[in-house]
């Protein structure tokens, strides 16, 4: 008689446990249960990861209702456990914070767009994950992972802190709650959001899949914002398909965010999945060794990086990739004319104190007219209705809310926050010409499918014309500086232009396929 197989939560895929579902092994009960207590012992207490800000009180009720259900086409998700990261709002018992005490008690009027479409999809919302305060636009030199209401997200693979409290190794920021609570199988999977970064950071950071989509194809409606012109929802997960299967869900027109009347998307993410995905492709490497000086992507990597890399470029060539060695033209991440501004460091653990750093033009001017338009529009049961009320707040509160300051929130209050002034348009006009003389170019002129960065390194040339990445695991590193810590991951990412997610998908499967290079974190057993 042969035994049932056992389902552990621990490190189990998405679409492992759809089929441990629709077998009947598991319940939803049981699946939201098996975190819960994941949490409890890694979370909360052993390690202290301090991924998860808070569970959902309602989480094991509404797991109860979905027993019955089975994961279908119409509700691919049912029963499966999700976190979502806290600056996406949901219309429950369950405060939307950013990671802030100054939204302590905010509750959102309803649920993000992409919270509804989770549900409707079957998804039992486990609770909101922590992050880097306000997704790190709050203060210069804020260290990803680290929040005025929840503290410090610890890396699963390096937990260990420094003597004044901060991981040695970082989470990943700003997603970085939502990356690590995957990593730890604290969650089925999660979703995090980006502007530029905050998915890939925590993605590399933690041997994650994600998926940072085209501006448009994922709604913004109900996500506190940093930059409209870049934001976006995406996945975090253990595999590719699973970020497909989410992507499949997440990925819709919304009549609120005009940015999805743009949409294009294939009927199915999952289809193209091949592990010959690869062959024939073109696949650039911006870092030519005829031109040292331009090449901020691979050229300041670690031996150890450079030799993961090197291995990963060789797995894309023995898939039946062409790789295209070549710079990107150096205005691609240099930017244009005018889209950084200097702002006073006031951080006061920062080494750099008292000089200016640089902050994008853009984020800081979206900043207060996006963020007032959120506080306006979804935030009830607080007194917090503007940006300079959040200022106010933290003022009379720094003792507890201002361990890095405020300095970028400063800058964004002092703009008019309308749009209206000639600064703003003309550095979203350089983003804009940056991308076109940059990432566009060099794909043009190269003939590419595909361009491949080092972890989160391009995350910035992808996100400023709202391009699409998808990184998955490519191998581990050490150390931090001179300091010498356990193995931890580094990802390969794969960006495109817009709407360009299946094929990046595709790549990324048969590189991951090929390679199998996760390994979930050690001293996470099963319970």
């Known amino acids: 008689m042969t035994e049932p197989r056992r389902t552990t939560v621990d490190d189990a895929s998405l ?80 405060p939307t914070t950013a990671g802030s005490l100054a939204l302590e008690n905010s509750y959102a009027r309803d649920d993000a767009f992409v919270v509804k479409k989770l549900r409707d999809a079957g998804a039992v919302i486990l609770g909101k994950a922590n992050l880097t305060e306000f997704a790190n636009i709050l203060a210069v030199g804020m260290p990803s992972g680290y929040s005025s209401i929840a503290g410090y997200v610890r890396n699963p693979y390096s937990p260990r802190l420094t003597v004044d409290g901060a991981p040695v190794v970082l989470p990943g920021g700003s997603s970085a709650g939502s990356a690590v609570a995957v990593a730890a199988g604290l969650c089925a999977a999660a979703i995090g959001t980006e502007t530029s970064g905050s998915l890939l950071s925590p993605a590399t950071q933690n041997g994650l899949v994600t998926v940072k989509p085209t501006v448009g194809l994922a709604s913004r409606s109900g996500i506190i914002p940093i930059s ?74 670690t031996p150890r990086a450079k030799q993961v890399m090197a291995q990963a470029i060789a797995v894309l060539e023995d898939l039946g990739a062409t790789v295209v060695r070549a710079a990107v033209p150096a205005i691609g991440w240099i930017g244009g004319p005018g889209t950084t501004m200097a702002v006073l460091n006031r951080n006061p653990l920062s080494p750099a104190k008292g000089t200016p750093g640089p902050a994008s033009v853009v984020f800081l001017y979206e900043l207060k007219r996006d963020l007032n338009l959120y506080l306006r529009d979804w935030a009830s049961r607080t007194d917090i209705k503007t940006l300079a009320d959040v200022i106010a707040f933290n003022a009379a509160n720094a003792d507890k809310a201002l361990r890095y300051g405020q300095d970028l929130f400063l800058a964004a209050e002092a703009t008019r926050g309308d749009l209206s002034e000639l600064e703003y348009r003309s550095a979203r006009a350089m983003d804009l010409l940056a991308a076109e003389r940059g990432i566009d170019a060099y794909i043009s002129r190269h003939k590419l499918d595909a361009v491949v960065f080092p972890g989160a390194s391009g995350s910035a040339i992808a996100a400023k014309p709202g391009y699409p990445s998808v990184q998955v695991p490519a191998g581990f590193i050490s150390g931090v500086g001179t300091t010498e810590t356990p193995d931890y991951p580094l990802g390969l990412t794969f960006a495109g232009r817009a709407w360009s997610e299946a094929t990046l998908l595709r790549f990324a499967y048969a590189y991951e396929q090929a390679t199998n290079a996760r390994r979930p974190p050690p001293d996470l057993p099963v319970l």
């Open 228 to 301: 409209h012109s870049q934001d976006t929802a995406g996945p975090l997960t253990r595999t590719v398909r699973d970020s497909a299967i989410l992507l499949n869900v997440l990925a819709a027109h919304d009549p609120d965010d005009p940015a999805t009347h743009l949409l294009q998307r294939p009927q199915d993410y999952t289809a193209d999945l091949d592990k010959n995905g690869l062959k024939g492709a073109r696949i650039g490497v911006p870092s030519d060794p005829d031109d040292p000086l331009n090449d901020p992507f691979y050229g300041p990597l």
């Open 15 to 94: 679409s492992e446990l759809q089929e441990a579902l629709a077998q009947g092994r598991v319940t939803s009960s049981d699946l939201t249960k098996a975190y819960l207590a994941r949490i409890e012992a890694y979370d909360r207490n052993g390690p202290a990861l301090n991924s998860v800000r808070a569970t959902n009180p309602d989480a094991l009720s509404i797991a109860a209702g979905l027993d019955a259900l089975k994961p279908s086409a119409r509700q691919p998700l049912a029963g499966l456990p999700i976190l979502v990261k806290d600056n996406i709002a949901t219309g429950d018992r369950q």
